[in-house]
């Protein structure tokens, strides 16, 4: 994905940043100041500090446990995902963009009306959703039959630890997350899906990005690798 900040971005139009972006409507003072300072970045063509500054700001509203800034956190994502984007960091700005999607589902909407570019640039990608990354790979034949020859699932082989909110090590117990989620043919994984626990931000937020990083043993057919999909629950215990 090639992103020409500028243009697709705002469509030129630097002089409605402070009027249109959707983070105007972040009722927390630092975190709206933070978001648009890092919006700036992205307009004037940093998308490496962008990329550091946003997924600081996630990290941050993760870390001090505030689980009613879903929008902000979802805002953060996405504009971490563009930078990515940007970057050439195609699955991760897929798998940011998604999270966002999450986080607040009318950002979609939201950026169609305003940012039509910035949209199209990823609805560009045959792997922006399950659907439509599993037609494009049966397609290719590079996804795993479902019967015929030897098939063996996809394994985890490197898991990442699952982090607790540092100021509240306890935000997340009782809750369980579901998810699914595909893994190519080099083990790493693509488009995300909540199955079941989507209502907890911080809950959704921490095993997502967990699971970005987790390596497989890709899935074979007759010791051929094939894309696949797989997924699992998580559930919070208290910490001891």
Same mark, same amino acid.
């Given at each position: ?42 307009? #004037? ?16 509203? #993760? ?11 979802g ?20 798998? @940011? ?24 640039? #990823? ?12 037609e @494009? ?7 795993l ?26 935000a ?34 921490t ?8 390596? @497989? ?18 559930? #919070?215990?208290k910490?001891?």
């Amino acid at each position: 994905m090639k992103v020409v900040i500028l243009a697709v971005l705002l469509l030129g139009q630097v002089a409605s940043l402070s009027a249109e972006l959707p983070i105007d409507t972040v009722k927390n003072d630092k975190i709206r100041k933070a978001l648009r300072e890092v919006s700036l970045q992205l307009l #004037f063509g940093n998308p490496v500090i962008t990329r550091s500054n946003a997924r600081d700001i996630a990290w941050g509203i #993760f870390n001090r446990g505030l689980s009613q800034e879903r929008d902000a956190l979802g805002y953060a994502l996405a504009m971490q995902a563009v930078a990515e984007a940007s970057l050439n960091l195609d699955r991760e700005a897929l798998w @940011h963009w998604d999270m966002a999607q999450i986080m607040v589902p009318n950002l979609r909407a939201d950026l169609v009306q305003r940012y039509s570019g910035l949209v199209g640039m #990823f609805d560009a990608s045959p792997f922006r959703d399950q659907p439509s990354a599993i037609e @494009h790979l049966s397609a290719e034949g590079e996804w795993l039959p479902s019967e015929g020859g030897v098939i063996q699932p996809a394994q985890v082989t490197t898991r990442s630890d699952i982090p607790s909110p540092g100021r509240s090590r306890n935000a997340l117990v009782g809750q369980r997350v579901k998810v699914s989620y595909l893994v190519d043919t080099q083990g790493r994984t693509y488009t995300p899906v909540v199955e079941e626990g989507s209502g907890n931000t911080l809950a959704v937020f921490t095993v997502l990005e967990s699971i970005l990083v987790w390596n @497989h043993d890709p899935a074979t057919v007759d010791g051929e690798a094939r894309w696949s999909r797989t997924g699992g629950a998580f559930s #919070f215990k208290k910490n001891r």
